[in-house]
C-alpha cells in the first residue's frame, strides 16, 4: 500500500517570494507521482507528474517538482509566486504501470499575501 | 462527454435518507475513481473500477456505501441511511492511460456536494 504526507496544512508567503510545498510518499513499489491544483470554488486539475526519467519536472504556471528517492519526497516549487497561486495542492502517488489506485495526502493550502 | 459530469452538483437530505450520486466519465476513459472530500480531510479513496475488472472498494467507510458502474461507462455511488459525517464533496475521476507508460493521470468532475441534516 501507498501513503502521501503533506505535513504542511497551510503555507503562508508573500506575493513575488518563493516557496516550497513539501510531500513524503511511502511506497514498496516503484511509483508515478503527481500534484493536483484546486483554485477557489474550482475543480481539481494536474499541476504535474513524474512518471520516470529526469528527476526534475515542470509545470503549468511555473511550478516545478524534484523527485528524490532515497528521500522518498516530491517537494513542489515556485521561483516568485502570484496572487493567483493561492489554491489547495494535492501530492498523489499511485504504484508504475498499469491502472492503480492512486492515494492522495491531505493538501496544502497556499496562502500568497499581497 | 468532453469531461468528467457528475450530477446532483448539490444534495440536501434528510439524516436516514438515501442517495443516489451520479458520474458519466470522459468517453472512452476504462478506469473511474470515486473520492471524497471533507473539509481538513483531504482527498479520501473510496472505489475504483478498472474495465471488467472487480473494483477495489477498499475505501469505502461501511456498508451503507456502495458503487456499481453499467456498461463500463457511467457509475453511480448509493448511500444509503445517510448520517450528518457522510456530509462532504463527492468527487469522480477517469483516466486513460499516458502512451505506454499507464500512469494515472484523473480527470475530475466537479463535485457532488452532499449535506446531510
Known amino acids: 500500500a501507498q501513503s502521501v504526507t503533506q505535513l504542511d496544512s497551510q503555507v503562508p508567503v508573500f506575493e513575488e517570494a518563493p516557496v516550497e510545498l513539501r510531500c513524503n510518499y511511502s511506497s514498496s513499489v516503484s511509483v508515478y507521482l503527481f500534484w493536483y491544483v484546486q483554485y477557489p470554488n474550482q475543480g481539481l486539475q494536474l499541476l504535474l507528474k513524474y512518471l520516470s526519467g529526469s528527476t526534475l519536472v515542470k509545470g503549468i504556471n511555473g511550478f516545478e517538482a524534484e523527485f528524490n528517492k532515497s528521500q522518498t519526497s516530491f517537494h513542489l516549487r515556485k521561483p516568485s509566486v502570484h496572487i493567483s497561486d493561492t489554491a489547495e495542492y494535492f501530492c498523489a502517488v499511485s504504484p508504475s504501470g498499469g491502472y492503480q489506485k492512486v492515494t492522495f495526502g491531505t493538501g496544502t493550502k497556499l496562502q500568497v499575501i499581497p | ?117
Open chain 2, 1 to 117: 462527454g468532453a469531461g468528467v459530469s457528475q450530477s446532483p452538483s448539490n444534495k440536501v437530505t434528510e439524516k436516514g435518507k438515501d442517495v443516489e450520486l451520479r458520474c458519466d466519465p470522459i468517453s472512452g476513459h476504462t478506469a473511474l475513481y470515486w473520492y471524497r472530500q471533507s473539509l481538513g480531510q483531504g482527498l479520501e479513496f473510496l472505489i475504483y473500477f478498472q474495465g471488467n475488472s472487480a473494483p477495489d472498494k477498499s475505501g469505502l467507510p461501511s456498508d451503507r456505501f456502495s458503487a456499481e458502474r453499467t456498461g463500463g461507462s457511467v457509475s453511480t455511488l448509493t448511500i444509503q441511511r445517510t448520517q450528518q459525517e457522510d456530509s462532504a464533496v463527492y468527487l469522480c475521476a477517469s483516466t486513460s492511460r499516458i502512451g505506454s507508460s499507464g500512469a494515472n493521470v484523473l480527470t475530475f468532475g466537479a463535485g457532488s456536494r452532499l449535506t446531510v441534516l
